[in-house]
């Protein structure tokens, strides 16, 4: 069972670079969602989408951007890096956009920016 | 805004002490509530989940929680630590339709639990 998978599990960038972290999972989940992890501030929610098409802005999306074209991808992209964004980002999907769907985590990507 | 808290940011004990860990938010509605734990080096993992019928929540590895909804409080509950149990964990609220249904985390307690 595959569940969800991030790729890379670590990067290294320098300022100003781009990239996409990718996320794909196999449970045909309508929600899903990405966070960043820092240390003492929990995990906040960056982007969300409740269905291929459909996306929203979370807590901190600034410098984020994602896409949806179908239920199993859902890509994070930063489009120009800062050394703010050096964090462990994780990926998340659950099977209904409902208040009590826990969600499943991916292994994260650790990501630092030069 | 919603918001979650962790009072503990770190908790050493020895193996075998009983832990309580504090999770308060910030809403009179109705909220579903979750635990996770992170064990070093992994991804979030849920432990245990509430979302109505008894407040007293039975989760994996032992754990438990109560939700006490006069105090706007879900804590977790181990009586008996094992060193595995190192890891941090995680609170989680969401605040339902009015709020997106957007999952909001405590910071997070980092327990070490000493053999």
């Known amino acids: 069972n595959a569940g969800v998978t991030q790729t890379p599990k670590f990067q290294v960038l320098k300022t100003g670079q781009s990239m996409t972290l990718q996320c794909a999972q196999d449970m045909n989940h309508e929600y899903m969602s990405w966070y960043r992890q820092d240390p003492g501030m929990g995990l906040r929610l960056i982007h969300y989408?409740?269905?291929?098409?459909?996306?929203d802005q979370g807590e901190v999306p600034n410098g984020y951007n994602v896409s949806r074209s179908t239920t199993e991808d859902f890509p994070l992209r930063l489009l120009s890096a800062a050394p703010s964004q050096t964090s462990v980002y994780f990926c998340?999907?659950?099977?209904?956009?409902?208040?009590?769907?826990?969600?499943?985590f991916g292994d994260g990507t650790r990501l630092s920016i030069l | 805004a919603q918001s979650v808290s962790q009072h503990n940011h770190h908790v050493i004990l020895s193996e075998a002490a009983s832990l309580e860990l504090g999770c308060n938010y910030s809403?009179?509605?109705?909220?579903?509530l979750f635990w996770y734990v992170q064990y070093p080096g992994q991804h979030l993992q849920l432990l245990l989940k509430?979302?109505?019928?008894?407040?007293l929540v039975k989760g994996i590895k032992g754990f438990e929680a109560e939700f006490i909804k006069s105090k706007f409080s879900f804590n977790l509950r181990k009586p008996s630590v094992q060193w595995s149990d190192t890891a941090e964990y995680f609170c989680a609220v969401n605040f339902g339709k009015a709020a997106g249904n957007k999952l909001t985390f405590g910071g997070g307690t980092r327990v070490l639990v000493k053999p």
């Open positions: 998340a999907s659950s099977s209904a956009p409902r208040s009590n769907q826990p969600q499943h």
């Open positions: 509430y979302f109505s019928g008894d407040p």
């Open positions: 809403y009179g509605g109705t909220v579903n």
């Open positions: 989408s409740v269905g291929a098409g459909i996306t």
